[in-house]
């Protein structure tokens, strides 16, 4: 009989350390999209701030509390992550737990190892901390949040987290080739 073990999206690929550079997996626990149904934004916000302590953010923004957070993952969608949500009327649920892959970028230039891959500005003058876009890394669609003056979230498919990672090493090693 074949012996299943449960693995996380990037198992046996990070951590890496580059330079000043580090990439890590983050086990974000229970990740629920929570998408409120047309003219339900205000009140699915409320509710899930009632159950959580924290509403859904605005465009491009997060909101967070203690380990938990509600990220924008697009028009009219958010993405709660570290707490478990009950039922909330006006709001379509999914359980999104097993579907992402998600590692933090770490350090001194993670802003030029980002610039190689994503065609957004993230320099902290403009793409702040709390900051999240929908875009692309390389050929990935991806989600790219500043949890810090240095740090960033990324978010891929849970099937492209080889792929995330070889391309994030390659432009770390690119970056620390430069100093």
Do not use: Y
């Amino acid at each position: 009989m074949v012996n299943l073990v449960a693995q996380t999206p990037c198992a046996g690929l990070l951590p890496r350390a580059i330079g000043g550079l580090t990439l890590t997996e983050v086990e974000a626990g229970v990740i629920t999209s929570v998408a409120p149904l047309v003219g339900q934004a205000k009140p699915v916000s409320q509710a899930v701030k009632a159950a959580i302590g924290i509403a859904l953010p605005g465009a491009n923004r997060t909101t967070a509390k203690g380990g938990v957070r509600a990220l924008w993952f697009g028009n009219g969608v958010a993405f709660v992550m570290g707490a478990a949500l009950p039922a909330i009327a006006g709001a379509a649920l999914s359980d999104q737990s097993d579907a992402w892959a998600i590692v933090q970028l770490d350090g001194q230039g993670a802003e030029d190892v980002l610039a190689r891959l994503v065609p957004v500005d993230l320099r902290a003058a403009t793409f702040k901390k709390g900051h999240t876009a929908r875009t692309m890394l390389a050929h990935m669609t991806v989600s790219v949040t500043r949890t810090g003056a240095q740090t960033f979230q990324v978010m891929a498919m849970r099937s492209m987290a080889n792929t995330l990672v070889h391309d994030l090493e390659t432009a770390m090693t690119g970056v620390a080739a430069r100093g």
